[in-house]
Every structure is written in C-alpha cells, then in structure tokens.
C-alpha cells in the first residue's frame, strides 16, 4: 500500500465521515432532546438528494438545486413532522420505530413513484471538476475537497449555534433533561420543532453534497441511517462533539478498511479468499468498534444524559 | 382457570384456523406456500415477543438466530448430512450458542444501547454470511433438497410440511406461554417491570435475561431450520438488519401485551403484504401508510383492538 | 447487648466534594427498632442504601450477621436477608399484589430457575404471600393490579413484600412518606406488629411514629451521627436539640 493511495483513502474517509455527521447532527439532537427514535431520518438524507437531481435538472444549474434544494428539504421536513412525527413523541420507543419505518416505505416507494427506480445522475458543477494536486503526482478530485471544507464549515457553524446562543443553549439543556427544560416554562413544542427542522436540513443538505458523487436512487439513505445510528451511539446520544469524532472515526475506519483489509488478509489467505474474507470484515469493522466501545462504555464515548 | 382460558382464546382460535386451513380452501400449493413463510416468520416473532414483552429485550439482530438456523440446513446440507434429527438440534444449538455468546454482551447495556449491539452482532454475521464463498457468497446457497426426517421425505408433501410448521408454531406459543407463566418468566417480567425492586428482592436479573436470550435465539434457530427447508434456498439477505426489522415490527404491529399479538402480527403482516402486492405496483405506499396508522390509531397493536373497541363502546 | 445484627464501622460516602456519609459507625442489635432521624438532606436515604447495596461506600466496613457484605451486591445482600422498601414506592404494577409478594416469597423459596409449571398455581408461594398480605391488612386485594392502587395500599404492599422474603434485617426508608393521617395511622399500627419480631432500621420524618416505635434513635446530621440513645435520651440530647431547634421545621416536628 503507496502512502498516495493511503492519503486518498483517508480522504475519501473524511469525506464520507463528514456526510455521515451532517446526517447525524440532527438525528442525535432529535433524538437526545425529543428523546424520539426517527428511523425516517435517512429519508431526508434521500429527499435531499432527489430535489438537487430534480432541480439540477431542470435548471441544469448544481448552484441553483444546492440553494433551492434547502429550503425545500426543510419544508417537505417540517411537513413530515406535522404530519406524523408530531403525534409519536408521547409515545414508546416500539411505536417510533415502526411508525417512522412506515414512512421510509412510503417515501421510498413514493420516489421511485415519482421519478423510476433508475439511479439519477447529478452532473458535478463546472467549478468544481477537476482535481487539487494535493502531492507531486497526485490529484484530488475539487468536489470532494469541497465536501470536505464545506461540511467542516458547517460543523463549525452547527457548533457555533450549539455552544454561543440562546436557542444552542435551550437544546443542549433538553438533551440533558427535557422534563426540567419544559417545566421551566420553555415552549417545548417549538423548541422541538426548531431542532427537527433543522436537522432535517442537515440531512438534506448531505443528501445534495453527494448527488454528484452518489448515484440517487430510492433507499439511499437506509443504509447510511444505520451508519448514522451507530455514529450517534458510539460518540453518545444527544452530543454533537460526540458524532462529529465518531464520524468521522466511522468514516475513516469504513472507507481505510475496505482498501487494506483484503491486502492485510493476504498475509494469511489465498488471494481469491482474502478479497471476500477482507470485504466481510471491513464491512464489520464498524458494527465490532461499536459493540467493544459499548461493552465498554454503555453511554458512548460523550455521554450527555443526566441520571 | 376460565379468565386464563380466555386469554388464550385468540392463539388458540388462530392456531387451530391454519390447521384447518388446507380444508377451508386453501390448500392450493401458492396459499400453502405462503402460509408456511407467514408461519415460520410467526415463530421467529413470537420467541422475540418473548424477549421484547417478556424480558423488555428489544433485539434488533433476531434474523440472525433465524440465519445461523438456516446456515446450519446449508453446510450440513454441503456435507452430506440431511437428516433432521442431526440437522434440527444442530441449527438449535448453533443459534443457542451464538445468542448465548452476543447476548452475554449485549445485555449489560440496556435501552436504546440494546437495541445498537443486537444490531452490529446481526451485522457482523449478516457479513459474516456473505463471506462464505462456499455457500455462495452475497447470492445464497441452493439446497439439494429438503431434510428427511429419519429417512422419510417428510418435508417434501406440501400438506404435511403445513402440519408440521402449525405444530412447530404451536409448540413455540406453548412454550413461550409456559416459561413467561413459570416462576422464572416471573422474575424476567418483574426485572423488566421494576429491575430495582427486582434486585432488593435477591434477583440479578442478568442470568435471567440471558437465558431468556438464548432460549429466544435456539427458538429463532429452529424457525431457520424450517424457513430453509421452506424456500430451499438460503441467502444473506435472510439476515439483514431489515428482516430484523420486520420481525420486530410484527411484534409491535401485533401488540406486546401476549404472545398472540406476535402471532396476529406475523400473519397479519406477512398476507397483508402479499394481498397488497397483487394489487398495485407500489403497494409499500399503502404498506406504509397503514403501519403509520396502526401505530397512530392503536397503540396496544392489533391484539389490543377488542380492548379498544369495548373501551369505545361502554363511553 | 448482644451482638449486633448488623454493623456499620467508619462507613464514608462523597460525591463530589461532599461528604454524604461521614465517618458512619452504627450498631444494630437483633429485634430492635433502630430509627435514623435529621434533618433534610442528612443522608438518611444514602445510608439505607449504602446498607442495601444500591450505592458503593468509599471507606469502612458493613457487616451482616457478623459477615463483611461491603463489596457484594444488592441482589447478593438481599439473599442474606437484608429487605429494604422504598421511599418511592417500588412494585411492579403490572402485578397484583399477590403476585408481588409471590416474587417476594420465591427469592428466598428454591430456584427460579424453573421453566415449565405456572407459578401462580404454587400453593405454597400462594400461602405465604396471603399470610404477608394478612399481616399487612391487604388480603381482601390480592388480586387487584398494583399500578390500580392508592397510594397508602402501595404502602402496605410494600411492607408486605419486605416481610414475605422473611427478612433478618428490614430496612424501611420513610414507610410513611405520602400517607393521609388515616393512613399513617394503620401503616403505625402494622409497624407495632413488627416490633421485637422483626429487626428494622426506619428511617422517618414523622416524629410522632419515631418516638413510638423506636428502641432506639441515631440522629444524623450532614451525614455524620451525632447522637444515638433511647428516645428519651435523644429528647434530651443538648447536641441533637440544638440541630433540630436551630431548624424551624424540626422545632414543630419534635415533641419535646
């Protein structure tokens, strides 16, 4: 393994580790102040993606869908909630997860309604084709870079709104102790609100970043969600340092993984065997780092929850 | 003993329609077929109803007991052994060992944490079946043919393998229905009611709960058994998190209240699905919508309904 | 005094920098009803759950029946005889109360570990939890839910399930706290019954039931004792008069 493929592959890692935040974000929010487990959370990632092929489509402008496609995630997000996430929030943890599958269904469904179940295809914008030498002889391609500058951009933003204001700090209380935060006097329900529409946002907003990359296609973003659950449960529910390092350490261990794992079987199998043997444990290297660190630590790696 | 009976009533009634099935029109070989799926699905639901209503162990990794079950029909298949007096109590005893050994730590965590580690040990042997390139990889192994049992063909007559999957069923409500009423599903549901009052009282719930565990997993291991003889085919995807998912869905579509809400779930769920799909191309809209308002209009599941109705009816 | 049932030896507590439980030595002898009194936030609670296992200790010793239990667990103390009830009431309320107390009579009535026979026809877990539910005055509802209780049959329920594990030790934690004044009254009147049968260590606020059920009295104070003795040694203890008298609540609360 060269130190150029070592590099991209950390890259590539990064990049993937920053998309998964962006879905994270809101989900360990949604979950640690609402205390509500949104399986559909994926859903929005794939909403994302679909308004950018729609409007790069029709506009044939990436800028135009990046800018429309926010403001269009977060009110097909807030629907959602009116709709249906609104009335589960009383309810156990069982109903939650079967009510929001039922709405990965119908999305799922309702796109590939919509638009075929042929993968869309969102071409890169002009600007950012390309590739950054980022070593003598190596080229990184811009949009990935771009993934990247931009998604730590937002993390710091999302940071930022967390830590120095008002509303950050009335949604840190409530992943701590909801109860306490409603009996204090605060209106709950748009605190709520607030904090599901924008993490839906975020969502959306990874969604577009990867239409260019990813191929859009229904169901998406129902394996990224369970990529996104345990991103949220290793670095502990409701902390957003908390998935920001486990994301990025998801990322980087899935994506270095894949590319050295089978080389590593080598030493010991048949080159046939160590390329399946390899793949089946990278693709378990994630699921066995969660249940170590939970073996280990119950809460997570930030635990936030009070009592 | 009369409110005991009619608690029963439901699985009992439920139980003893699919044995008459076959003689009430439906013994055609597509509703056979379909019924034994819904069946065996029934008993990998009702023993995770055991864990999820009995034990509050909501496991996101129940398919992967149904898995090992079945990769046990496949490798000893690949090895020449069909008989279902070795293969059976090998597939049992493969899921057993393998829920012993995840469930040891999976239920030092507890919640949401629970319900994570179920699932990365499903996933670890989802991918773990993926890899073995010898019963065919991603794509799914073939079986030649179906167990015998003790050297009879057994499986292989439609009617009776429908007999032996509502035998097989029925054994697993019985039993899950014995061990939650004994005293030591009292202690699983006192643990899981009050775990301090529980422990005050002498009980470290964790022996209890993991024997529940594996009890659920060696049950979930001989549904596999049967669900490969079934299909005759056995692939990963038989252990992906969303057939997890669906297992447990069933559960909660059918009510955790009882053991028969799993079997209402399970039935319900699985011919509610194949109507659907006859009548519309994209019937998972339908499908979805009415999980959602399931779980919007009746929170006690499907089984709770009589409860609900006669609430309405006496305001 | 014979020796005593249960022992506390220098038995320390912080959290954070906060002595919950400071230098803690206590003597319990067999039969007696040993009452922990003082103030709000003395850790009185904390103590009783030191001594039932909920919370680790930091330094000292707790012995049992002349055993060192410091390092076992709740469940492991609770199999040697140690019964606590809650300040919270603590059921199941998915139970009835027969079937409360059954539980209660099978930890210490042979294995759990029995799979296949329905419990709730063993008789004998049956008669042994009817006679606790006698005792406690709740015979008439055995059969009704816990969770469709009032509040002070939760109470008596309670102290059924303490009693039906056959303590050696009972540890009640505010058996009073929450009951109306009728209430109070028959709760005070099962605790008689108990007394110089059973071993208790009551922690109370109710200072009226403390002085009439008590042997003897340990006052603490910001988590060390400050005093223990027989109720009219206590009354007349200047230390303790100066803790509660100082505390407008205590100066109504002590009959004096």
Redesign the interface.
């Given at each position: 393994m060269s130190t150029h493929l070592l590099l991209i592959q950390g890259l590539n890692g990064l990049q993937l580790g920053i998309l998964l935040f962006l879905i994270a974000a809101g989900l360990t929010l949604v979950?640690g102040v609402m205390d509500f487990?949104n399986l559909a959370h994926g859903v929005q990632y794939m909403i994302g993606a679909y308004l950018a092929a729609w409007i790069a489509a029709g506009t044939g402008s990436f800028w135009f869908a990046l800018l429309l496609a926010l403001p269009l995630a977060l009110a097909l997000g807030l629907l959602l909630e009116f709709l249906?996430f609104r009335?589960?929030y009383d309810?156990d943890?069982?109903?939650q997860?079967?009510?929001t599958?039922?709405?990965?269904?119908?999305?799922?469904?309702?796109v590939?309604?919509l638009f075929g179940a042929a993968p869309l295809q969102v071409p890169m914008p002009e600007l950012l084709s390309g590739g950054i030498p980022i070593m003598e002889g190596l080229l990184y391609p811009t949009y990935r870079i771009a993934i990247i500058v931009g998604g730590l951009a937002t993390a710091g933003l999302l940071w930022w709104l967390v830590e120095r204001t008002k509303v950050g700090m009335l949604v840190r209380a409530g992943a701590t102790n909801a109860p306490m935060v409603a009996a204090l006097g605060v209106d709950i329900n748009r605190l709520f609100m607030i904090v599901f529409g924008f993490g839906a946002m975020l969502a959306g907003f990874a969604g577009v970043l990867a239409a260019p990359i990813l191929s859009v296609e229904p169901g998406m973003g129902?394996n990224l969600l369970?990529l996104a659950?345990?991103v949220i449960?290793i670095g502990g529910?409701g902390s957003i340092r908390g998935a920001f390092i486990a994301a990025l350490l998801v990322g980087l261990v899935e994506t270095l993984g894949r590319s050295l794992m089978p080389d590593l079987m080598r030493l010991f199998l048949s080159p046939?065997?160590a390329r399946?043997?390899g793949?089946?444990?990278a693709?378990?290297l994630v699921?066995?780092a969660?249940?170590a660190i939970?073996?280990f630590r119950?809460?997570?790696l930030f635990p936030v929850r009070a009592g | 003993m009369l409110p005991a009976v009619r608690a029963e009533a439901p699985a009992i009634l439920l139980l003893a329609a699919l044995a008459a099935a076959p003689f009430l029109g439906f013994g055609e070989g597509y509703m056979l077929t379909l019924l034994a799926r819904a069946m065996i699905l029934a008993m990998a639901a009702v023993s995770l109803s055991l864990l999820v209503g009995g034990a509050g162990l909501v496991s996101m990794g129940h398919a992967a007991m149904m898995g090992f079950g079945a990769y046990a029909v496949v490798i000893l298949d690949d090895m020449g052994v069909t008989d279902a007096a070795i293969v059976l109590p090998t597939a049992i005893a493969a899921a057993g060992a393998f829920a012993l050994a995840t469930g040891a730590i999976a239920i030092r965590t507890s919640g949401v944490h629970f319900i994570m580690i179920t699932l990365a040990f499903g996933q670890m042997a989802f991918f773990t079946a993926s890899s073995l390139a010898g019963y065919g990889g991603d794509d799914g192994y073939t079986l030649y043919s179906r167990s015998d049992v003790l050297g009879l063909r057994l499986l292989d007559d439609r009617l009776a393998f429908h007999f032996i999957c509502v035998g097989a069923l029925a054994l697993t409500w019985l039993l899950g229905r014995l061990l939650l009423a004994s005293r030591f599903g009292r202690v699983l549901r006192a643990a899981k009611g009050n775990p301090l009052r529980a422990q005050a009282l002498g009980f470290d719930p964790f022996p209890y709960r993991l024997t529940a565990y594996v009890i659920a997993g060696a049950m979930g291991g001989a549904a596999g058994f049967l669900f490969a003889n079934a299909t005759e085919f056995v692939a990963p995807a038989y252990i992906s998190w969303q057939r997890s998912g669906e297992l447990l869905f069933m559960v909660i579509l059918g009510g955790v209240a009882g053991l028969h809400g799993a079997l209402i779930g399970a039935l319900g769920f699985v011919l509610l699905e194949e109507w659907l799909s006859h009548q519309w191309e994209h019937w998972r809209i339908l499908f979805g919508v009415l999980l959602i308002l399931a779980v919007l209009f009746l929170p006690n599941g499907l089984s709770g309904i009589p409860a609900q109705l006669a609430r309405v009816a006496r305001r | 005094m014979s020796a005593p049932l249960l022992a506390l030896h220098g038995v320390q507590k912080r959290f954070g920098g906060l002595a919950v439980t400071d230098d803690v030595s206590l003597d319990i002898a067999p039969a007696e009803i040993h009452a922990v009194i003082g103030p709000n936030g003395a850790g009185k609670t904390t103590l009783i759950n030191e001594i039932s296992g909920v919370l680790k200790v930091d330094a000292g010793r707790i012995l049992f029946g002349g055993q060192d239990i410091t390092a076992l667990s709740m469940p492991r103390r609770a199999r040697l005889g140690l019964a606590r009830s809650f300040q919270i009431t603590s059921v199941v309320n998915a139970f009835s109360a027969l079937e409360n107390t059954a539980l209660a009579v099978q930890a210490r009535s042979g294995s759990s570990f029995r799979f296949l026979r329905p419990a709730a026809t063993e008789r004998a877990l049956n008669e042994a939890a009817m006679s606790a539910l006698e005792q406690v005055g709740l015979a008439a509802r055995a059969e009704t839910p816990a969770g469709a209780m009032s509040h002070g049959e939760k109470r008596q329920l309670e102290l059924a399930i303490a009693l039906a594990t056959e303590p050696r030790l009972l540890l009640l934690d505010e058996p009073l706290a929450g009951a109306g004044p009728e209430e109070t009254e028959r709760l005070i009147g099962i605790l008689r019954g108990l007394k110089s049968r059973y071993t208790i260590v009551l922690v109370e606020h109710d200072m009226q039931a403390v002085f009439a059920l008590a042997d003897r009295i340990s006052v603490l104070v910001y988590g060390r004792v400050i005093a223990t003795g027989t109720p009219d040694a206590i009354r007349a203890n200047p230390e303790v008069r100066a803790a509660y008298l100082g505390e407008d609540e205590g100066a109504e609360a002590m009959p004096c």
């Open positions: 979950f487990i249906v009335h589960l309810r943890h069982l109903q997860v079967l009510a599958f039922g709405v990965i269904l119908v999305v799922n469904q309702g590939k309604l129902d369970i659950f345990v449960v529910i046939s065997e399946q043997v793949a089946a444990l693709s378990m699921y066995i969660m249940a939970l073996a119950p809460a997570g | - | -």
